[in-house]
């Protein structure tokens, strides 16, 4: 500091003979170079000394320490230099004695407090932006107002604050018109997915074919071509861009000696990785298999001997009269006992009254009788599922179901079904028993869509299931490359997968 005005410093200090002092002040440079400003003041003519340090207001004295005798008593008032500028600055009271007021903050200090401030004003205005997302009625959402909040995450810095701001608002759009316009939620998200939106930043992957909701949302751009702009002649679209997304069905038929197969998924394979919890569960799942199974067992290691056992148990020899019908509901059995075991004793009774809402045995009227589930089991099922089933469907996350609620899981790309490549095994010793144990052993429905396309599956908690026969999104025959299909090829008449 080259100089330092004159101040007018105004309060009143007990048994001050006048509430009004002008000062005279000098400045320089000093402490560990002109990086280091600091102002000085001293006087001793009033009985109790009135002090006025500026904070921010004194031209580059930005922070200031007292030094003096006694101990000073620091307060918050007003400061106004004789120039006619004002601020905000701390008084300082003490009896009769000489005190000095240094700055203590250099100027890169000073950068670090406006660089903090600026950030509180940027999340202020995140805070903002965030609330007006989420306070918008539900009933009001249109496409358009999606497409806005795509163009104002591409207005923004990649990664800022600001754009994760209209990213999360731009998902609560996506999940208020999934709860009040199903149809809509389909056209927005296929026409924006994966061109603007990723398409595991969705709220949910399903969509719907003749008017059926199944999972049929594209994954990879070499899936898709789109018919039409459902967003209407103003929003500019271009049905040839290979960006564009596409409606297609959980499933695509290929026809084969007559027969209607289920074409395999073209996606390139994932690599699973395991935790030591996913073999420890794994293990003991293969135990319960061999000991529900009657002793099938296999050398194999991992998953893939889990489900070389499995394919042995569903495609054996069966006892005359015995069909492969009947003998699904047995893969059924076998799979829940399994699934019983591996959650121990304990789980499932805590579930079913915590989670599920089920009265337990007090000698009561109310005995048995279900008065939930609990509005949050569905989601916080979504939190735990992929930590204990992670071993045998690989990895997932919680999403929305098609109704916009809570109580979604989507699995990436099933462990299950890709290293299978079988759609009977998926739906006898997966689907239908993991269903059916949900809903008879621990009081939740639940539905579970696998895609064959992808090799994804939409798990939704609370959602009551359709039979395999009521459900048009799971397809009819077996898939072109299954290697149950080929060692049944020489019993005639028997089916699988359906």
Known sequence: VSSVPRLAVSGESPGAPADHLDWEGGGRAGGAGAGAPFFEAQSSALGSLLVAACWGGLKGCDAF???????????????????????????????KSSITLHSSVS??????????????????????????????????????????????VDEEQPNSLRQKAHEFGRYHL????????????????EFLS???????????????????????????????????NPLGSDVAYDPASEDQAST???????????????ADCELEDMKFSESPLDKI?????????????????????????????????????????????EHSKEQNTMVKKTLAALMTPVLPPFYRIFMSGIVPKLGTEWDGKQIGPWFYAPWLTTIVTPIFFGFLVGPSRPNRRSDGQRGGLVVEKCKF???????????????IPAQDFFREELGLDLTVKPNFVTQECQWSF???????????SFPNGCLVGCESRKAMADRKGEVLCM
């Open 174 to 189: 996506l999940v208020k018109l999934l709860k009040t316009d199903y149809d809509a939620y389909v056209k927005t998200a």
């Open 417 to 431: 079904l890709q290293e299978s490549g079988c759609k009977g095994l998926c739906l006898h010793q997966c689907k």
């Open 65 to 95: 320490r007292a030094v003096g005798s006694p101990p000073l008593l620091l307060l918050r008032t007003g400061v106004t230099l004789l120039d006619g500028t004002a601020s905000g600055i701390p008084l300082a009271f003490g009896g």
């Open 107 to 152: 100027d890169s200090n000073n950068e670090v407090v406006e660089k903090l401030s600026e950030g509180l004003r940027e999340l202020s205005e995140c805070v903002s932006i965030t609330y007006g997302y989420l306070f918008k009625p539900d009933d009001s959402v249109t496409a358009e107002d999606v497409v806005m909040s795509c163009d104002a």
């Open 462 to 472: 609370g959602e009551k299931p359709l039979t395999p026969d009521e459900d048009p």
């Open 248 to 262: 297609q069905p959980s499933s695509r038929t290929v026809e084969e000696d007559g027969k209607s197969l289920v």
């Open 194 to 228: 994966p061109s603007r939106i990723a398409r595991l930043d969705l709220p949910n992957l399903q969509g719907k074919v003749d008017g059926v909701i199944c999972f049929n949302l594209p994954r990879t751009n070499d899936l898709m071509k789109v018919s039409s």
């Open 281 to 325: 569960l794994l293990s003991i799942f293969r135990s319960q298999v061999t000991e529900n199974t009657g002793g099938v067992t296999s050398d194999i290691p991992g998953i893939k001997g889990l489900l070389a056992q499995g394919r042995e148990y569903m495609t054996k020899e069966l006892p005359e009269g015995v069909t492969y019908a």
